[in-house]
T-cell receptor, first 114, second 111 residues
Framework: DSGVTQTPKHLITATGQRVTLRCSPRSGDLSVYWYQQSLDQGLQFLIQYYNGEERAKGNILERFSAQQFPDLHSELNLSSLELGDSALYFC?????????????FGPGTRLLVL | GQQVMQIPQYQHVQEGEDFTTYCNSSTTLSNIQWYKQRPGGHPVFLIQLVKSGEVKKQKRLTFQFGEAKKNSSLHITATQTTDVGTYFCAGPQGGNTPLVFGKGTRLSVIA
């Protein structure tokens, strides 16, 4: 158990819909990362937050947005969903935001768009 | 931007055979990290290498960081079925930026 929690574990929805994925980082971690993993694909970095502020952006679509709240939990919002958005979405956390830090991954949310 | 390439993409081995995955970066890395993702699971941190030429061992796993700090390898001796999974390397883009993950090497072990 990494100490990072993600809800829900599974999500099935239809095209055009909007969903929210939630992540709670490990106790004491200030930085949160979101990744997308499609079938047979690596980890695509989406976005990073550190202590409530956006820190870095990766290949995140304009239909996607995220935020980190004062209690440090984070939410990833996916809107106007398309079939191709079906994937595993991981959240990870680390103490500080730099590339020296080990990232601890949550169990992921499996999203299926029908 | 910086890229981290991993080869091979897939590797099938008989139980007891050795396995090696290679990681190459287009730029010099301040450190490199390795993660393992079991089927149906999430990536789990294995190790971090920081020094040029560094070699670290964890039981049957040997990790190396190249002298130029642009490449790394993970070698597993005498694979077991518990080694099945995808192995990712990751390195920072530079400065205080997040890790860039390679696409991973998926290891299958045939008993």
């Amino acid at each position: 158990d990494s100490g990072v929690t993600q809800t829900p574990k599974h999500l099935i929805t239809a095209t055009g819909q909007r969903v929210t994925l939630r992540c709670s980082p490990r106790s004491g971690d200030l930085s949160v990362y979101w990744y997308q993993q499609s079938l047979d694909q690596g980890l695509q970095f989406l976005i990073q937050y550190y202590n409530g502020e956006e820190r870095a952006k990766g290949n995140i679509l304009e239909r996607f947005s995220a935020q980190q709240f004062p209690d440090l939990h984070s939410e990833l919002n996916l809107s106007s969903l398309e079939l191709g958005d079906s994937a595993l979405y991981f959240c990870a956390s680390s103490v500080t935001p730099g590339g020296q830090e080990t990232q601890y991954f949550g169990p992921g949310t499996r999203l299926l768009v029908l | 931007g910086q890229q981290v390439m991993q080869i091979p993409q897939y590797q099938h081995v008989q139980e007891g055979e050795d396995f090696t995955t290679y990681c190459n970066s287009s730029t010099t890395l301040s450190n490199i990290q390795w993660y393992k993702q079991r089927p149906g699971g999430h990536p789990v941190f294995l190790i971090q290498l920081v020094k040029s030429g560094e070699v670290k061992k964890q039981k049957r796993l040997t990790f190396q960081f190249g002298e130029a700090k642009k490449n790394s390898s993970l070698h597993i001796t005498a694979t077991q079925t518990t080694d099945v999974g995808t192995y990712f390397c990751a390195g920072p883009q530079g400065g205080n930026t997040p890790l860039v993950f390679g696409k991973g090497t998926r290891l299958s072990v045939i008993a």
